[in-house]
């Protein structure tokens, strides 16, 4: 387990914006929370981006990143919050396009269907696929994990593979916590399935939101002078630090009732707590991304 002494509580991301280049900022849960768009949070990363430096958005959105840039926008998220956008959904299509003519079983909402335009891919029954493309639960706002039990039997009798198109467990919408892609690829690996995670906290994305960001700044970019912003811990810090990035952890996020005080405040005793329990700690926290 870490140790959370390190961690400094921050209020804003001033102070730190000169020792960053680059800023790999998680969405859902820290430029909006499914409702609506958090203005501080995106005048934060519009300033940094005035003072010459460079954001990409890196989510766990199991759709195209051109589908993810069109519901900010419904949001009123600040345009100029941030140069590129790389999803979970742009890795799964290149996990797609590596299986070219084989069929697949989509499970998720309709919502997702984008991940599939223009691929070489049959969409077909459970019972007739090759594989299993999960972006989440079919009714996302009533479903549970355990509502898939038998479906996820059958796939393991059949030996299927899995590709999770989110692996966040739960995401914030307002007040509630749904449940993720991630949490039904969660109970296929307990029953010893084979699964491939195409989002945070592995390094595919990573590696294609740095690349993005060095193509767009046209240098390479240091991972000491790289941050990585997120509120979940499984996801956005622990695969951050794993990447060897400096992390700055969101506490109003789906974590919020671990770590904030009964008036929406970071508690520094609990944070620490709850921290020490973690395989990673973040570098720092803040409690709403601010400037």
Not at 28 to 44: M, R, S, T
Not at 149 to 177: I, Y
Not at 262 to 271: A, K, S, T, V, W
Request: hydrophobic share 45%.
């Amino acid at each position: 387990m870490s140790t959370a002494t390190a961690t400094g509580i921050i209020d804003g991301l001033a102070p730190l914006a000169g020792s960053y280049d680059v800023i790999l900022c998680d969405v859902w849960g820290v430029l909006h929370d499914g409702i609506k768009a958090f203005p501080e949070a995106g005048d934060a990363l519009a300033r940094f981006r005035q003072a010459g430096g460079t954001v990409v958005l890196i989510t766990n959105a199991p759709r195209p990143h051109t589908i993810v840039r069109g519901m900010l926008e419904r949001l009123n998220a600040r345009p100029d919050a941030w140069d590129a956008i790389v999803t979970s959904g742009d890795v799964t299509r290149g996990e797609i396009a590596a299986r070219a003519g084989e069929r697949a079983f989509h499970l998720g909402p309709a919502r997702d269907l984008p991940v599939f335009e223009g691929l070489d891919v049959t969409l077909t029954p459970e019972e007739d696929a090759d594989y299993v493309v999960c972006t989440g639960l079919f009714d996302d706002d009533n479903d549970t994990p355990d509502d898939y039990a038998a479906m996820l039997r059958g796939f393991r009798t059949r030996e299927l593979t899995m590709v999770c198109a989110n692996p966040d467990l739960v995401v914030e919408r307002g007040s509630d916590l749904l449940y993720c892609a991630g949490a039904v690829a969660q109970a296929y690996e307990q029953l010893g399935g084979a699964t491939i995670y195409a989002g945070k906290p592995h390094a595919p994305i990573y590696d294609r939101a740095i690349a993005s960001a060095e193509a767009i700044r046209g240098e390479a970019a240091p991972r000491r002078r790289i941050l990585a912003i997120g509120d979940a811990i499984r996801t956005d810090i622990a695969g951050a630090a794993l990447a060897g990035l400096d992390t700055l952890f969101v506490a109003r996020g789906i974590h919020a009732a671990e770590t904030l005080d009964i008036e929406g405040r970071i508690d520094r005793d609990r944070l620490s707590g709850w921290l020490a329990e973690q395989a990673h700690a973040p570098t720092m926290a803040i409690g709403r991304l601010a400037w």
